[in-house]
């Protein structure tokens, strides 16, 4: 006898408000949005073993269409993640979290790229980086985080992937969100920003 996969629970998403005391180590005092204009998304998602989980994203307010939208998409085609928690978590740490494969959006913090040093667009909430193991970032070929490796040839697609054309590419790029992904030399596979960068 075949099993039948079991029908999910329908989506949800749910924007609340948040205070600077619910942002202990991913906001301060000077970053360029504050709680005010920063909104939790409690979502549903489906896991990789198949089942539905509740997840956290903070954003900027201004985006939680977008965002909801683009979960509702990869949620009604089944495309898991692995986990979604603020990145208080992991104590604003952006290594931790990666390392973790965790799914997330806000973290008051400077861009790692060469030049200058600016704003991340996730200081903004205006980025989501998704399945970090799954979907490393590549620079100068040294592969972040370390535990991605097996996931730097990109010809070996696997689920919760990030790909050319695929439904999660697809989903981001129907709300006009660019991504890292096709950044010439340094592709940063987890990467969705509102500008692209």
């Given at each position: 006898?075949?099993?039948v996969?079991?029908?999910?629970?329908?989506?949800?998403?749910?924007?609340?408000?948040?205070?600077?005391?619910?942002?202990?180590?991913?906001?301060?005092?000077?970053?360029?949005?504050?709680?005010?204009?920063l909104?939790?998304?409690?979502?549903?998602?489906?896991?990789?073993?198949?089942?539905?989980?509740?997840?956290?994203?903070?954003?900027?307010?201004?985006?939680?269409?977008?965002?909801?939208?683009?979960?509702?998409?990869?949620?009604?085609?089944?495309?898991?993640?692995?986990?979604?928690?603020?990145?208080?978590?992991?104590?604003?740490?952006?290594?931790?979290?990666?390392?973790?494969?965790?799914?997330?959006?806000?973290?008051?913090?400077?861009?790692?790229?060469?030049?200058?040093?600016?704003?991340?667009?996730?200081?903004?909430?205006?980025?989501?980086?998704?399945?970090?193991?799954?979907?490393?970032?590549?620079?100068?070929?040294?592969?972040?985080?370390?535990?991605?490796?097996?996931?730097?040839?990109?010809?070996?697609?696997?689920?919760?992937?990030?790909?050319?054309?695929?439904?999660?590419?697809?989903?981001?790029?129907?709300?006009?969100?660019?991504?890292?992904?096709?950044?010439?030399?340094?592709?940063?596979?987890?990467?969705?920003?509102?500008?692209?960068?």
């Amino acid at each position: 006898m075949v099993a039948v996969p079991a029908t999910p629970p329908p989506f949800v998403a749910r924007i609340e408000r948040v205070t600077a005391a619910q942002l202990p180590y991913s906001w301060r005092p000077g970053c360029p949005v504050g709680p005010p204009q920063l909104r939790r998304v409690r979502l549903r998602y489906l896991g990789f073993d198949g089942s539905a989980h509740m997840g956290q994203l903070v954003v900027n307010a201004r985006v939680t269409g977008d965002v909801v939208s683009v979960f509702r998409r990869l949620y009604a085609a089944r495309f898991p993640i692995r986990q979604m928690r603020p990145i208080d978590v992991f104590h604003g740490s952006d290594s931790r979290s990666t390392a973790a494969d965790n799914t997330s959006s806000f973290n008051c913090r400077f861009a790692v790229a060469a030049g200058p040093k600016h704003w991340s667009m996730h200081a903004y909430g205006e980025a989501i980086d998704i399945n970090t193991v799954e979907n490393p970032y590549i620079q100068s070929g040294r592969v972040s985080p370390a535990n991605a490796k097996a996931y730097a040839d990109r010809t070996n697609v696997r689920p919760g992937m990030a790909v050319e054309g695929n439904v999660l590419v697809r989903a981001f790029a129907r709300v006009g969100w660019g991504w890292g992904g096709r950044w010439a030399g340094s592709p940063d596979y987890q990467h969705f920003s509102t500008n692209g960068r």
